[in-house]
């Protein structure tokens, strides 16, 4: 069994920050990646932040700058430092890890439940 946890979503005035927080347990022997994603009313589910196991980062142009993806490796966790916070940015927001169950087993992906962010202006 594979959990993974968001928290740390709201409501937020534009121009405010949050962070995201998403912690990984269970049948984990190693994680690849992991990332951010969101998904707004009537649009599809967009990659946001993704950083690899090696530190690599990417980000969406539209946040670049804005916000920043960090990981904490020894405890599976990823964090979504969101600044400069816009209306457009309202949507769930949902975690992705990319992850293999054993040392033989072949990379499988979860998602979380998704935390919701909305953005007032």
């Known amino acids: 069994q594979v959990q993974v946890v968001e928290s740390g979503g709201g409501l937020v005035q534009a121009g405010g920050s949050l962070r995201l927080s998403c912690a990984a347990s269970?049948?984990?022997?190693?994680?690849?990646?992991m990332g951010w994603y969101r998904q707004a009313p009537g649009k599809q589910r967009e990659l946001v932040a993704r950083?690899?196991?090696?530190?690599?980062?990417n980000y969406a142009d539209s946040v670049r700058g804005r916000f920043s993806i960090s990981r904490d490796y020894a405890k599976n966790t990823v964090y979504l430092q969101m600044n400069s916070l816009k209306p457009e940015d309202t949507a769930i927001y949902y975690c992705?890890?990319?992850?293999?169950?054993?040392?033989?087993?072949?990379?499988?992906?979860?998602w979380g439940q998704g935390t919701q962010v909305t953005v007032f202006s």
């Open positions: 992705n890890l990319v992850f293999r169950r054993t040392i033989v087993s072949g990379e499988d992906d979860y």
């Open positions: 950083i690899t196991r090696g530190g690599g980062t």
């Open positions: 269970g049948s984990i022997f190693s994680s690849s990646a």
